[in-house]
């Protein structure tokens, strides 16, 4: 089993930044592929990015290009998640992701935080 634990959340206000973390322990050997995804209120969850973690490849959402960042430490079994230029619409439960592979699918990924949520205040 692979535990994740996410942290990083809180209130912003619009334009401000935040960085979220996702660390991995247990039997993470298997694990190449590392995500964030969110949810909103009343909406489906949605992909944010991936990295993979054995080459540092990463892959965003076209909501977040620009304005977010995915990073990992793998010494640390850590992802981070730089979001900066945050909006309102950026509000919303964070999900952090492990698995084999890399992809923007949820069913994929079989392991998964416990969330950490987002404000962003207007």
């Known amino acids: 089993q692979v535990q994740l634990v996410e942290s990083g959340g809180g209130l912003v206000q619009a334009g401000g930044s935040l960085r979220l973390s996702c660390a991995a322990s247990g039997r993470t050997f298997g694990v190449n592929g590392m995500a964030w995804f969110r949810q909103a209120p009343g909406k489906e969850r949605e992909f944010v990015a991936w990295i993979r973690m054995s080459d540092g490849i990463a892959y965003l959402a076209d909501s977040v290009k620009g304005r977010f960042t995915v990073s990992r430490d793998n010494a640390k079994n850590t992802e981070y998640l730089q979001m900066n230029s945050l909006k309102p619409e950026d509000t919303a439960v964070y999900y952090c992701?492990?698995?084999?592979?890399?992809?923007?699918?949820?069913?994929?990924?079989?392991?998964w935080g416990q969330g950490t949520l987002v404000t962003v205040a207007s």
């Open positions: 992701a492990a698995g084999r592979i890399v992809t923007t699918l949820p069913g994929q990924y079989g392991y």
